[in-house]
């Protein structure tokens, strides 16, 4: 499932589009596998024992198979397909966070409300490029979002966007636009109001 691009605002462009690291998807194959081993041992037993009869055999092979899909689909494809649906998304305006399969949920960071953004990463995560990415914003508690990839690169992506951020709003409230040439001695000075207008007359 690609990332809906319907959510985002006329003009507003996508910086970093990333899914979880493939790390999260470790346990889920490794138990897939084990599944898949236990099953064909018992499969195997099933059709070469002799004190089986063919009645038997069916169901129990019929059992095996029903309990090994099960399984398949609870520790395989609904972890994959979960892997699928989480999104971690920067744009030149906002931080958006999405996931969930039949319920979905997401979380929205407009840039100009965060206040701090830090990485963490373990020994693992750095042979992995991976790791944790935690933002503030300002008067809500820090959010983690675990398992990024190249955690460091989007933390210095991310950095960037927050300057720039900084730097437009900077612009769109500088001394031009609120300066002393709106409001200075020209527009309520002493010409306006001083002895000239009301002045003694000699």
Do not use: C
């Amino acid at each position: 499932m690609g990332y809906p691009r319907d959510n985002l605002a006329p003009g507003e462009q996508v910086v970093i589009h990333r899914h979880p690291h493939w790390k999260s998807l470790i346990v889920p194959v490794l138990l897939f596998l084990v599944v898949t081993a236990l099953a064909g041992v018992a499969l195997g037993y099933i059709n070469t024992s002799d004190s089986l009869s063919d009645g038997t055999s069916m169901w129990l092979t019929i059992a095996v198979i029903v309990v090994w899909a099960v399984a398949t689909a609870y520790w395989l494809a609904r972890p994959v397909l979960s892997w699928r649906t989480t999104h971690f998304v920067v744009t030149d305006r906002r931080v958006m966070y999405r996931n969930g399969i039949v319920t979905r949920s997401g979380i929205d960071i407009p840039m100009r409300r965060i206040t701090s953004v830090e990485f963490r990463h373990g020994l693992v995560d750095r042979m992995l490029r991976t790791g944790t990415l935690v933002i503030e914003s300002a008067s809500d508690e820090p959010l983690s979002f675990h398992d990024i990839p190249n955690v460091e690169a989007v933390h210095a992506e991310l950095y960037q966007e927050i300057l720039d951020e900084d730097d437009d709003s900077n612009f769109g409230r500088s001394d031009y636009g609120r300066g002393d040439y709106g409001r200075g001695d020209y527009g309520r000075g002493d010409f306006g109001r001083g002895d000239y207008g009301r002045g003694r007359r000699r």
